[in-house]
């Protein structure tokens, strides 16, 4: 059984940072492309980020280039999103999400790709 666990959301003020962390289990996560995305309230799910399974793919949306960064550790089956200078923009549920085995510079930026999803873990930056 697949499991993706978020971790590290929380409420903090504009222009601090926060690190989510998402552990995978019962997948093959070395070979898997993985992504970050967020949905806020009355708004569709959108891609943030994502990484291939071998690093050397990444992909950034506009809105936070420059202020996160993914990354992900095979050794500890973790995917990683460092947040920084957070914006009230940035308030949304975030997800983890990976994918079936792939070639190792594959990426995927959109929902309908991802194959497995975590629960979410709450971001809020009151403005």
């Known amino acids: 059984q697949v499991q993706l666990v978020e971790s590290g959301g929380g409420a903090v003020q504009i222009g601090e940072t926060l690190r989510l962390s998402c552990v995978a289990s019962g997948l093959t996560f070395t070979r898997s492309a993985l992504g970050w995305f967020r949905q806020a309230p009355g708004k569709e799910r959108e891609i943030v980020a994502a990484?291939?399974?071998?690093?050397?793919?990444?992909y950034y949306a506009d809105s936070v280039k420059g202020r996160f960064t993914i990354s992900r550790d095979n050794y500890k089956n973790t995917v990683y999103l460092q947040m920084d200078n957070l914006k009230p923009e940035d308030t949304a549920v975030y997800y983890c999400?990976?994918?079936?085995?792939?070639?190792?510079?594959?990426?995927?930026?959109?929902?309908?790709?991802?194959?497995?999803w975590g629960q979410g873990t709450q971001v809020t930056v009151p403005s």
């Open positions: 999400a990976a994918t079936a085995p792939t070639p190792p510079f594959w990426l995927e930026v959109d929902t309908t790709s991802y194959n497995y």
């Open positions: 990484i291939a399974w071998s690093g050397g793919g990444i």
